[in-house]
């Protein structure tokens, strides 16, 4: 069983950093893609990056681009999303999601964590 457990989020005011991190458990974590996903209020599930188990590929949405940075160390199972010049429309909870990369990259996984909430304040 693969087990996500995402930490960091909190409350930032706009322009400011944040970064958030995603333990895995149980299961070989180089053998997967991770990414970031995020849901505010009222509005569908949207991907924001991802990483490939090798950590040499990324992809992120085109909201995100230039001011979030996607990483992850392998050693220590972990997979990270840096946050910077955050807006308040950065406003969701955000989960980690563990999966094939062409799963990711489809705006998808195959196993979720339980989320964390950012809030930007303006």
């Known amino acids: 069983q693969v087990q996500l457990v995402e930490s960091g989020g909190g409350l930032v005011q706009a322009g400011g950093s944040l970064r958030l991190s995603c333990a895995a458990s149980g299961h070989t974590f180089s053998n997967y893609a991770m990414g970031w996903f995020r849901q505010a209020p009222g509005k569908e599930r949207e991907f924001v990056a991802g990483i490939s188990g090798s950590g040499y590929s990324t992809y992120y949405a085109d909201s995100v681009k230039g001011r979030f940075t996607i990483s992850r160390d392998n050693a220590k199972n972990t997979v990270y999303l840096q946050m910077n010049s955050v807006k308040p429309e950065d406003t969701a909870v955000y989960y980690c999601?563990?999966?094939?990369?062409?799963?990711?990259?489809?705006?998808?996984?195959?196993?979720w964590g339980q989320g964390t909430q950012v809030t930007v304040s303006s």
């Open positions: 999601a563990a999966g094939p990369w062409r799963t990711i990259l489809a705006a998808d996984g195959d196993y």
